[in-house]
């Protein structure tokens, strides 16, 4: 079985910074793409960021030039660096992953979410 455990989120002020983690853990042979999504109230689930095995990144328009996507390939774990956050930016951040896992192939993974909160 394998599992997403993100980490970091948390009440930031206007302007600051904050840097989420998603440890991938189990029965994993391979990770393909990792990414994270944001869902705020009321609205639909939205990509932020992806990022391939091999370090390809992309990003969505408003976050372009704010967020960096990265990954520790050794220790199954993606990364948010997340800087000049707006109210704009508060929401339930998830992590997921493209994994095939020993025994059950390839599926798509998300973890549990992560609140970020902006907020004076």
């Known amino acids: 079985q394998v599992q997403l455990v993100e980490s970091g989120g948390g009440l930031v002020q206007p302007g600051g910074s904050l840097k989420l983690a998603c440890a991938a853990s189990?029965?994993?042979?391979?990770?393909?793409?990792m990414g994270w999504y944001r869902q705020a109230p009321g609205k639909q689930r939205e990509p932020v960021a992806r990022?391939?095995?091999?370090?390809?990144?992309n990003y969505a328009d408003s976050e372009k030039g704010r967020f960096t996507i990265s990954r520790d390939n050794a220790k199954n774990t993606v990364y948010l660096q997340m800087n000049s956050l707006k109210p704009d930016d508060t929401a339930v951040y998830y992590c997921?992953?493209?994994?095939?896992?020993?025994?059950?192939?390839?599926?798509?993974?998300w973890g549990q979410g992560t609140q970020v909160t902006v907020s004076s």
């Open positions: 990022i391939s095995n091999r370090g390809s990144t």
């Open positions: 997921n992953a493209d994994i095939i896992a020993y025994g059950t192939g390839r599926s798509d993974y």
């Open positions: 189990g029965s994993i042979f391979r990770i393909f793409d």
